[in-house]
């Protein structure tokens, strides 16, 4: 039986992506270009630039991504794109040249939410992982615990009442003096140190789903400023340790006080964050000690990419349909979530 091929596009923010996607699950290609070098000395994504640079890498990553997949355009069986949500500038240079190529080939088009992409990262080359599944997505923008009952069903169970996870990683890292991003920094600086700031013992939105983590971000600015006040050395590594076990213990929390009460085949990580060295080992350790199955990507599918897009496009492709070519950038684009 013929391989259903989809070719992905992600260019929700900074990385421009494509991929080429078997069934849903094998990956044949997922190209890459990074932006980093670009931003690195803003401490920050810089929207017009971020669309710029994805307007000159769209066509060689794109004619890259069907060579290093042996195929030819002809063979693609479906387009997916990521629609939202993202930086309205990059999206709208990905969703142009997939609509493009589906127009010129008479392809099915499919636009896929970037938080949806996420989760599915983890099913590629991964057969035996079906719903329903328990999944934390945990990036520089989004901090969701979502239930999928079945593909394309979701009950989003919590979310980020203000900055995301990895947002006070980049925030905490430029007090601290390190570089961007954020969170490799912080996470390289932590290993070895200290994590025993008392002050960093977070309750935050108890009994809740939700997550915040300002008021984190704010408790060590206000101790940074303390010590320079009264001019005292900071033990960076120590408050970067403390500032990360804080924001495990927060999401980790609910994440297993979530997996007792929903019952899931598996535990999910994904997003930029779920690459965190510290965060996966508390994981692993504890669903081993509760007897639970627990996956996150491989690192190289933990940041943004196409091929998650492409896997998630098939699924939305099976159970919704073809998008239309009357597909928009939606910078707010909300995961459709189901009540029961």
């Given at each position: 039986?013929a391989?259903?091929?989809?070719l ?6 900074d990385?421009?992506?494509v ?6 699950r094998k ?10 070098d670009?931003h690195?000395?803003?401490?920050g ?7 710029r640079?994805?307007?000159?890498t ?11 997949a042996?195929v030819e ?10 629609q939202?949500?993202g930086?309205?500038g990059?999206l709208?240079?990905?969703?142009s040249?997939a ?11 499919v636009?896929v ?5 996420h989760?599915y990262?983890?099913?590629l080359?991964?057969?035996?992982l079906?719903?329903?599944l328990?999944?934390l997505t ?10 999928m009952?079945?593909?394309?069903r979701y ?9 995301a996870a990895?947002e006070?990683?980049?925030k905490?890292a430029r ?5 961007y ?6 996470d390289r ?6 994590d ?5 013992q977070?309750k935050?939105m ?19 400023n ?11 590594p120590?408050?970067a340790?403390?500032f990360?076990?804080t924001?495990v213990e ?14 899931a085949n ?9 690459a965190?060295?510290?965060?996966r080992?508390y994981?692993?350790?504890?669903a081993?000690?509760?007897g639970?199955k627990?996956?996150y990507p ?5 940041t943004d ?10 699924y ?8 239309g070519?009357?597909?928009t950038?939606?910078?707010d684009l909300?995961l ?5």
């Amino acid at each position: 039986m013929a391989e259903f091929l989809t070719l992905g596009i992600e260019t929700s923010c900074d990385e421009t992506s494509v991929a080429v996607v078997a069934d849903g699950r094998k990956i044949k290609s997922n190209l890459i270009a990074s932006q980093l070098d670009l931003h690195t000395k803003f401490g920050g994504v810089v929207p017009e630039l971020a669309a710029r640079c994805h307007l000159e890498t769209m066509l060689p990553v794109y004619r890259k991504a069907l060579a290093e997949a042996g195929v030819e355009l002809e063979a693609i069986d479906l387009i997916a794109v990521t629609q939202g949500p993202g930086l309205i500038g990059s999206l709208l240079v990905g969703i142009s040249f997939a609509k493009g190529l589906a127009l010129a080939g008479n392809i099915p088009l499919v636009g896929v939410n970037h938080i949806e992409g996420h989760i599915y990262a983890n099913i590629l080359e991964r057969p035996e992982l079906e719903p329903p599944l328990l999944c934390l997505t945990v990036s520089g923008g989004h901090t969701d615990l979502v239930y999928m009952k079945d593909w394309g069903r979701y009950q989003l169970l919590g979310s980020t009442r203000d900055d995301a996870a990895g947002e006070a990683f980049d925030k905490v890292a430029r007090v601290l003096g390190l570089e961007y991003p954020g969170g490799p920094a912080i996470d390289r600086i932590a290993k070895g140190a200290g994590d025993d700031l008392q002050f960093m013992q977070s309750k935050a939105m108890a009994g809740s789903y939700d997550f915040s983590f300002s008021g984190l971000k704010t408790a060590v600015i206000n101790y940074l400023n303390r010590l320079k006040q009264k001019g005292e050395t900071v033990d960076i590594p120590l408050v970067a340790a403390s500032f990360q076990r804080t924001v495990v213990e927060q999401l980790t929390d609910k994440l297993f006080r979530a997996a007792r009460e929903y019952p899931a085949n598996a535990l999910l990580l994904s997003g930029g964050v779920s690459a965190n060295s510290y965060l996966r080992e508390y994981c692993r350790r504890e669903a081993d000690r509760l007897g639970m199955k627990l996956y996150y990507p491989p690192l190289a599918l933990c940041t943004d990419n196409a091929a998650m897009i492409a896997a998630a496009g098939y699924y939305v492709y099976r159970s919704s349909g073809a998008s239309g070519l009357d597909l928009t950038a939606q910078p707010d684009l909300k995961l459709a979530v189901v009540e029961n």
